[in-house]
């Protein structure tokens, strides 16, 4: 072994067992020097005398996390990682995987290439090529139905989901979980196999199994995946393991995966992946260290506030929560409590865990009980002198160097800062709704912001789970500026002959969970009335206004779906058109003397698209955000824009920006003011670059 493989795979000897080590830090991925590493210590151990059996583990906190993202796209570099497992599975002595941590992707057909698998009881095995775009190329979807049976293993290759300790037990994938030090008992399980008959899963034939049960687990999680084709892809190729002898079928695997890394989709998909975790390294706060953060106070324990809670909590934070009154801490213990008690009943967390979130809340309506606190985050009313209100008291009574957040998703973050008399340590934290469960977080910076004040909101996100992107103060940030950009227009369409439901079907099809009409249900349509009674004294009126019929619909008590009526009815809880609307559509339609005219699906997804990208191009010109990697992150993860389309800019690219130049003039001609071509736009289209392309600062230039 050359010096650089003995540092990414080494072998020890424990007594007649050879122990092989991968040690590829941060996650042991298969990169090229593994996968030589690999082979030649398993050659090595199967030729030495002295050794009778194998044990494959992995250094630091995984196994394996699967192929070498990195060197996807680049020319192939041998040996294949299948080569490499043909090899281990073949090999006439015992091998066994010993895994801790994950064992994802080609991590997991490691392991299954192995005779034996024996799991730390915290480790999680899984197939996640779908969530990439992919599907597993070295073996998963042909050895893993031989282990497991077909249905089973199309749900697991399919989904890209993790399967815990336990479950991989009982479906036979784990031959046993260890009791001790993993490294020792995988040593003693595979000195137990020695002398026995070996057991290859390529050597295995599938279970019987139903057909239509395996085409129906295809089709659920093809009609899960929403336009996204590797779930399905990668569910018939499990499939051919029940036809296909084990090497034809590794051979269609293989050929399928390649074709698929050169997909859009896939490219799409492994760009999101890395500027997910791209994005909370901001330019601006490079180097800068946070501040510490052990205790976090909240101020409001409503939907928002209760949510930030939970995340905190569940992020292992003590926490103070200060609302008005006793009354008002009642009820907010009650809405932080709710998600743990329903964990609690589905048995997703046991007793003990519950009491433990208990230990971690504490409410009351005393605002000197976060006096202590490193990080207390507002999420009061969205109205600008309440929040400035309260920012008046913080800055009285948090101690010094804490840092003050708001929960604003609109209002300027540096005016309720100058509120607190410290706006060095203010900054905005926008948290999505439900604010426990979506990953989104926007950390906005104003202009007196400390650096180590946003570093803070960054490095905190991380720790409570979330995926935090750093942006500049404006009406909306990044998310919500982009929504109220383009919203309007599909307002717009449903004054002009497009009906709510074709416009949701459209925007469904192009791979949104919900369109518009429905999210505006969910959220509740009397949050955008109010708001647009608040700004109506404001209202440019060169602007076309759209919401009219959202109004009629908000003065006749239809808030969605919390009133059972909005811009659908839900008898049983299902959508369903409501013919009161389609008449009072058209009788606003009328009013407005609006010209009636056809939006083929087609045309609704390339001018909301077309919106999109033209506002985000505003954004990054206005400094908002400084890369457009940031306003992906934000879509993809704030307002469920399709990963496997990588976010608007990373999909604009794609299409190519002449092209969508030209869907954003026809926007314009529709649409009126507001929606003229970004400047940015026009400038990259006419040198025929992307967005990809941009120098840092270079956006704000062409502003
Ligand atoms: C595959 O296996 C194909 C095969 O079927 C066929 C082959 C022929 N490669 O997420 P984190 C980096 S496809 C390279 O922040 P965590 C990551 O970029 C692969 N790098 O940590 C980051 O680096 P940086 C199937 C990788 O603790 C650092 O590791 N496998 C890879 O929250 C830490 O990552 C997957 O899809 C990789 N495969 O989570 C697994 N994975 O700091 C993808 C991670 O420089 N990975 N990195 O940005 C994961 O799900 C999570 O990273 C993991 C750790 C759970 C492992």
Request: glycine content about 10%; proline content about 5%.
């Amino acid at each position: 072994m050359t010096d650089a493989e003995k540092q990414l795979v080494r072998r020890e000897a424990r007594g007649n067992v050879a122990l092989i080590l991968i040690d590829n830090p941060p996650v042991n991925a298969t990169s090229q020097g593994v996968r030589e590493g690999l082979a030649k210590a398993i050659a090595a151990a199967g030729a030495d005398p002295a050794v009778a059996a194998i044990v494959i583990t992995g250094e630091g906190r995984n196994f394996v996390a699967g192929a070498d993202i990195r060197e996807f796209g680049k020319p192939p570099l041998k040996p294949a990682l299948t080569e490499v497992l043909n090899d281990i599975e073949a090999s006439g002595k015992p091998v066994v995987a010993a895994v801790h941590g994950v064992a994802l992707g080609g991590g997991f057909e490691l392991a299954l290439a192995c005779h034996a698998r024996v799991l730390d009881p915290q480790a999680h095995v899984g197939l996640p090529e779908v969530k990439l775009g992919l599907i597993p190329g070295a073996g998963g979807t042909q050895r893993l139905p031989r282990l497991i049976g077909i249905v089973k293993a199309i749900d697991i290759a399919g989904t890209g989901r993790q399967v815990n300790a336990k479950e991989a037990l009982g479906l036979g994938v784990a031959d046993a979980i260890a009791d001790g030090d993993l490294k020792e008992f995988a040593t003693d399980f595979a000195r137990g196999l020695v002398g026995k008959p070996i057991r290859r899963a390529s050597a295995a034939a599938p279970a019987p199994f139903d057909q239509e049960e395996a085409k129906a687990a295809i089709a659920a999680i093809d009609k899960k995946a929403r336009g996204q084709i590797s779930p399905r892809i990668a569910g018939e190729t499990v499939l051919l393991a029940a036809k296909l002898p084990f090497s034809e079928g590794l051979a269609r695997e293989r050929a399928t995966f390649l074709e698929l890394l050169a997909s859009g989709q896939s490219k799409a998909m492994r760009y999101a992946f890395v500027a997910e975790r791209e994005a909370p390294r901001a330019p601006q706060i490079e180097g800068v260290a946070p501040r510490k953060v052990a205790r976090v106070g909240i101020i409001g324990a409503g939907t928002m506030g209760a949510g930030i809670a939970v995340a905190f909590v569940d992020g292992g934070f003590p926490v103070s929560v200060v609302e008005t009154s006793a009354e008002a801490a009642a009820a907010g213990a009650k809405r932080i409590a709710a998600p743990w008690d329903r964990h609690l009943a589905s048995g997703r967390i046991g007793a003990a865990e519950r009491a433990a979130k208990d230990k971690l809340v504490s409410i009351g309506s005393d605002l000197s009980a976060i006096a202590d606190r490193d990080l207390i985050i507002e999420a009061v009313f969205e109205e600008m002198p309440i929040k400035q209100e309260t920012f008046r008291r913080l800055g009285a009574v948090a101690k010094p160097g804490a840092i003050l957040a708001t929960n604003t998703s609109y209002l300027d973050v540096g005016q309720i800062g100058e509120a607190s008399g410290r706006p060095g340590d203010v900054i905005g934290m926008h948290f999505f709704s439900p604010a426990n469960i979506m990953r989104m977080l926007e950390v906005v910076q104003a202009p007196k912001s400390q650096l180590d004040a946003v570093a803070t909101g960054v490095s905190i996100a991380k720790r409570i789970g979330k995926i935090a992107v750093v942006c500049g103060v404006c009406d909306g940030f990044i998310g919500n500026r982009i929504l109220a950009h383009w919203r309007p227009l599909v307002d717009m369409m449903v004054e002009d002959g497009a009906t709510p439901q074709a416009i949701d079907a459209a925007l469904e099809n192009f791979g949104f969970a919900m369109g518009p009409f429905a999210v505006a249900d969910l959220a509740g349509l009397d949050i955008g009335w109010a708001r647009r009674k608040r700004l109506a004294a404001t209202r440019d009126p060169a602007l076309r206004y759209a919401s009219t019929i959202a109004d009629r619909l908000c003065e006749l008590g239809r808030f969605g779906q919390k009133t059972g009526a909005g811009w659908y009815v839900y008898p049983g809880g299902k959508r369903t058109v409501d013919p009161e609307v389609t008449a009072l559509i058209e009788k606003v339609s009328a009013e407005k003397g609006r010209m009636q005219r056809d939006f083929p699906a087609e045309t609704i997804v390339r001018m909301v698209r077309a919106a999109i990208v033209n506002e985000a191009a505003k954004v990054l010109q206005d400094g908002i955000a400084r890369r457009p990697l940031d306003i992906d992150v934000v879509l993809i993860h704030g307002y469920g824009y399709p990963v496997w389309r990588g976010g608007p800019m990373f999909e604009a690219d794609a299409i190519g920006l002449e092209h969508v130049l030209a869907d954003i003039e026809e926007t314009h001609a529709y649409a009126g003011d507001g929606y003229e071509p970004a400047r940015l736009i026009v400038d990259l289209a006419r040198d025929k670059r992307g967005f990809a392309d941009l120098a840092p600062g270079e956006a704000e230039r062409a502003a």
